[in-house]
């Protein structure tokens, strides 16, 4: 795939993640510059621009030290059972965040507002940044701490210097997912009743459809999502974090743990009680329980079918619609690529609603016969999980010498050749973690697919919600409960990866 090809791949894909923002510009425009003042200068906008922002920095904090203290402590000491408490520590992205949410008001009833939404989220999206920092750790070359040391540094001045600078893109690249995530969350904190932008806007539309104050809300959110983009540039910085050669092949020893071992394991087993345990045990309280409980088999197989089939599809679609942006980020850093790169991020601060009502807007506008097509359902699908494709590729790519490419290049092969032969090879295990989050996002997905999806169509997490919201909990545990269970391989494979290491 040569540049001009990527470039024209790349676009397509920013294109389609401005689809939603073009909609609510073009809304914003019939409004006029008064009738927005109107509608955003108001007590009520200024609340949840407070309340967002705060359960953002604050879950995006808690998710940075957290995921970073759990990837430290698996990867780098003599934790007991490392292995299985880092497979542990990926597993709570199988679980929806609105099933962890209704499992701890379940648990604890007077779990919401502020408090509960920052425990929420927090157990919901810190594998977000443990497992990208995971993967860094179990990559990196320790003997670069070694001449550190040798130089006259501490062990903690080493790591400070050597280790977090390393870390830095993995860590701020999950917390970044972690924000974009809390912009576009609903249901979780809905059901938390924290009211946040994002929450009010589903309020609107569900009183007004596409209602003006919907729509003004909805810009907000862009301009939230635009300021998490510049932190992240500034953060992250350019310095190349890439070498030729994979460093010392020895293994090395872990730092031992000491008299901290015995807090250590208390502290990650609470932890995964907390993120893991909680939810499923009130899924399988629901089971057993629950006087609604039944066990529909054949509806149960159809939305198993559907969401498995609807999530390996749109994995794929957006790992390689979203692979020439994070290329181009990386071997081609200018004022293009980086546009592209920041644009493609745009969707998924959105709620799947509006992204849904964009793409509707259009459909029947330009192309009627795409309305209610699994098309389109992918295409939203895109729009909302690039970024999370975005962000493994991305330090994937960091990680990968581009000097590998320009000597395959040298001797005579073409683009094509060198994207099969050498590029593809060595980001597969960074591709299939891409694929692997944006199917665990797909197969969980609520909005878009309810406005979306094909008459008659309905995944496991529509039917869970339809039968969640007319309080039939029991009946919605089995559906609930296989969301889990599909979406453990995926869970698994983003462990595998980070156990393989990122070669640098």
């Known amino acids: 795939m040569g540049d001009p090809l990527r470039v024209a791949v790349a676009s397509a894909a920013a294109l389609l993640a401005l689809l939603p923002v073009g909609y609510i510009a073009v809304s914003a425009v019939l409004l006029g510059p008064r009738g927005i003042v109107d509608l955003v200068w108001r007590p009520r906008v200024g ?14 904090t808690a998710c940075a030290v957290l995921g970073t203290a759990t990837a430290w402590v698996t990867e780098r000491t003599d934790l007991p059972g490392a292995p299985v408490w880092g497979a542990l520590f990926a597993a709570p992205l199988a679980v929806p965040a609105f099933v962890t949410s209704y499992a701890w008001v379940s648990v604890l009833p007077g779990v919401d507002g502020f408090v509960g939404a920052l425990v929420v989220t927090t157990m919901s999206y810190f594998p977000l940044v443990h497992l990208p920092v995971a993967a860094v750790l179990r990559g990196l070359d320790r003997d670069q701490e070694d001449v550190a040391r040798a130089l006259g540094l501490s062990a903690g001045a080493a790591a400070v210097r050597v280790v977090l600078p390393a870390m830095r893109p993995a860590i701020v690249g999950g917390a970044l997912l972690v924000g974009l995530h809390l912009l576009a969350e609903y249901g979780a904190l809905a059901l938390l009743r924290y009211p946040t932008v994002t929450v009010a806007i589903y309020d609107l539309f569900e009183s007004t459809f596409a209602g003006p104050g919907a729509i003004v809300l909805a810009g907000v959110l862009v301009v939230l999502c635009l300021v998490l983009l510049a932190v992240d540039v500034a953060l992250v910085g350019r310095a190349r974090r890439a070498r030729v050669g994979s460093g010392a092949a020895r293994r090395r020893a872990r730092t031992p743990l000491g008299a901290a071992r015995v807090p250590a394991l208390l502290g990650v087993g609470l932890l995964v009680v907390a993120a893991l345990g909680v939810p499923l045990a009130s899924l399988v309280r629901w089971l057993l329980e629950g006087r609604s409980t039944t066990l529909e088999a054949g509806p149960l197989l159809t939305a198993t079918v ?9 994995a794929a679609v957006t790992t390689a619609l979203t692979f020439p942006v994070a290329w181009l980020a990386v071997r081609r850093p200018g004022r293009l690529p980086r546009l592209l790169e920041r644009t493609a991020y745009l969707g998924n601060a959105l709620p799947g609603i509006v992204v849904a009502l964009a793409l509707i807007i259009v459909a029947i506008r330009l192309v009627p016969g795409l309305y209610q097509t699994t098309p389109l359902l992918i295409t939203a699908y895109a729009i ?21 490419e320009d000597v395959a290049h040298g001797l005579g092969s073409p683009p094509a050749a060198v994207l099969v032969r050498v590029t593809a090879p060595l980001l597969a295990r960074g591709a299939g973690a891409a694929a692997a989050l944006v199917f665990l996002a797909v197969s969980t997905e609520l909005t878009a697919t309810l406005l979306l999806a094909p008459t008659g169509t309905t995944t496991l ?23 889990v269970l599909i979406s453990v391989p995926a869970a698994f494979l983003l462990t595998r990866h980070v156990h393989a290491g990122v070669r640098t």
């Open 461 to 483: 997490a529509t039917a869970f919600w339809g039968k969640a919201t007319a309080l039939a909990y029991g009946a919605a545990a089995p559906y609930a409960a296989t969301m």
């Open 47 to 60: 609340e949840l621009l407070v309340n967002t922002t705060v359960l953002l920095v604050a879950t995006a």
């Open 384 to 404: 909302l999980f690039m970024p999370l494709a975005l962000v493994n590729l991305r330090a994937a790519l960091v990680r990968l010498p581009p000097e590998l």
């Open 306 to 314: 559907t969401s498995i089939g609807l999530g390996l599809l749109a």
